[in-house]
């Protein structure tokens, strides 16, 4: 008789502790399915071993297997330095059993080809190819082995009964298999998108990284320039950001960082992107939005951000902000960039605390500190 699993840990983990939970959580899966599997194995193995008058002997091995067993390798696994690494050597003692259980029922056609074939596809489907070979090795090497001390016995008919009695095992543990690796297959799916997620994230500021978010300018300016639809590009940065550190420390920076991130998060739409491109400096794209409603947009930001205070209102901050819409003069995403930020620069020069548009003639910086200018 056999146990199976439908899983593996994985191997991504940031601690100690943290592999020996996600091991152990491994193992429980485990010890559920082979107690499932063991004792529906045992209804055609009783069968056959009535219908063939076998003695006491196998009748208490038979008990062993199906009722100690699983509890003994759970007990094994769970108390073992690599909890992990114990319960695959217990899933090669799991094949070995399935092998001398064939051998010791003369291979009736029913039973042998039922163990045999979920023997491998549960191995397969817990570890890959790799773990059913070895399981597998381990299965025939016990069969020829118990097939030889009984004198190879070879009874294949297979009555009804054991027939009808392999049923359960075949529907019941294959639907749980394919229920528990179901389930395993959407935590690995949101394990992934979680992942991809962290990769075009910057962790601090929970907006996009840099090269995420030129990845996704890239494609709006490819848009643009195949079907006309607009998109523009905001840049901005903390005026006298070094200051504040300098004056507050760097946890209230990092604060003013943080809150600015968030605004930029609550003015924009589901479909518009905000970054951080660097330092103390973002970036924001909106898709399909003219130049106008960009510079209202980045006009909203500059007042919500000259309203915040930080450190028990001890600290205040003002933003210069930068705007390009998406031009035929754009033919990469650098000279589009670079249109953003001379206009970036252009608002700091005139200065700071202002929105200034990029146009193709140039830039004129608004004369108030509160102005949004266009050239």
Known sequence: MTSRTPSLPDPRFATVAERRARDLQFVRRIHRMRVLGTLLCTLPVASVLEERGAGWPF??????????????????????????????????????????????????????????????????????????????????????????????????????????????????YTVALCVVTNRLGQRIRVQNRELERRNRTDPA?????????????????????????????????????????????????????????????????????????GGDEFALLLVDATLAQALDVAERIRRETAALRFDDEAVSCTLSLGVAAASARDATLDAWMRSADAALYRAKAAGRNRVVAWTPEGAAPGAQSNSTSTG
């Open 205 to 277: 500021m929970q907006v996009a990284n840099r090269p995420y978010f030129e990845q996704v300018a890239g494609e709006a300016l490819a848009r643009f320039q195949r079907s006309g639809q607009p998109a523009a590009l905001v840049l901005l940065d903390v005026d006298r950001f070094k200051q504040i550190n300098d004056r507050h420390g760097h946890a209230t920076g990092d604060a003013v960082l943080q809150r600015i991130a968030s605004l930029l998060r609550e003015c924009v739409r589901e479909s518009d992107l905000p970054g951080r491109y």
């Open 59 to 172: 009748w208490a091995i038979m008990a062993l297997n199906s009722l100690v067993w699983p509890l003994v390798a759970n007990c094994l696994c769970r108390r073992a330095r690599e909890p992990a690494r114990a319960q695959f050597r217990c899933l090669a003692g799991d094949a070995a059993a399935s092998g001398a259980w064939s051998a010791v029922l003369a291979l009736a056609i029913g039973p042998t080809a039922l163990f045999v074939t979920m023997a491998i596809a549960d191995k397969v489907a817990a570890g890959g190819w790799p773990l059913a070979k070895r399981t597998t090795l381990a299965l025939l090497g016990a069969f020829l082995a118990t097939w030889a001390l009984l004198g190879f016995p070879f009874q294949p008919h297979t009555s009804d009964r054991t027939l009808l009695l392999s049923i359960p095992f075949l529907f019941i």
